[in-house]
């Protein structure tokens, strides 16, 4: 039975869902695979003001056709990307019922139910949303995600690894590598592999936020701020390094207690 360290167990998941203020600078309503990487499909714009017209569209084609499996699929994403994580399971939900092998569906609908912090039923969801023959690695890096999320982190690293030869040195799938090391309290193994995934990407916000979280940990909070800034303009690098600083004392005050 493996050992479960201090920093894995469920007070210090307050690390996960503060990782996206550090990533995006609290500018969108987080998913699970914002906080990691591991789904994909939102962006930094998410979320906003100017996304309301495109809600409005999508509710009234969904109202006109709700059988429709495809517009139940972009609207229940949309309303993930929005922040309306119950709606979007809801509405994920019976779609699936009236559509129960649309892979698809039963993606988004995992991705939802993770959202919500439903994280068991996410897995089980997740786990027909493809098969052995076909493996999807997004959705594997997904599993071992929701995985991370129950405690289950060597379980999750196994997904980590099915994804990986897929798709060798996948930035998004080493970066779900890298926290769950951290989850671990393995913070050397961590910043190794969130390296790696910060040499294949550098420009994605969410690599640089993990990397920098796990450099900050270690105690060199000055090149931590260093890798979080990136290219960025000085008010959100500003943003961002602020944001790192809170996350970091944080996480101080709840290894002093």
């Not at 100017?50 to 699929?73: C, H, T, W």
């Amino acid at each position: 039975m493996s050992k479960r360290s201090p920093l894995a167990s469920p007070p210090a998941r307050f690390l996960l869902p503060a990782l996206l203020v550090l990533a995006l600078g609290g500018c969108q309503t987080t998913g699970i695979e914002d906080i990691t990487g591991a789904l994909g499909g939102k962006s930094e714009t998410a979320g906003k003001a100017d996304s309301k017209p495109d809600m409005d569209a999508l509710r009234e084609r969904y109202r006109a056709k709700p059988g429709d499996p495809n517009v139940a699929l972009e609207y229940g994403t949309a309303l993930r990307t929005t922040g309306q994580s119950a709606q979007a399971v809801a509405v994920m939900e019976q779609a699936v019922l009236n559509n129960s092998s649309n892979k698809a569906l039963l993606a988004g609908y995992g991705r939802a139910l993770a959202d919500s912090g439903n994280f068991q039923q996410a897995f089980d969801v997740l786990s027909r949303a493809h098969t052995p023959e076909d493996p999807d690695w997004r959705i594997l890096s997904a599993q071992g995600a929701v995985l991370d999320q129950l405690g289950r982190n060597e379980e999750a690293q196994q997904y980590y690894a099915t994804a990986l030869k897929i798709v060798p040195d996948e930035p998004q799938v080493l970066s779900n590598l890298g926290l769950s090391y951290m989850l671990q309290n393995n913070l050397p193994r961590a910043e190794e592999t969130l390296r790696r995934a910060y040499g294949r990407n550098a420009n994605d916000s969410r690599v640089r936020a993990n990397l920098a979280l796990v450099v900050g940990l270690q105690g060199k909070q000055a090149e931590a701020e260093t890798i979080v800034k990136g290219d960025l303009p000085p008010d959100q690098a500003a943003a961002k390094v602020t944001a790192l600083r809170q996350l970091l004392a944080k996480k101080q005050q709840r290894a002093d207690k």
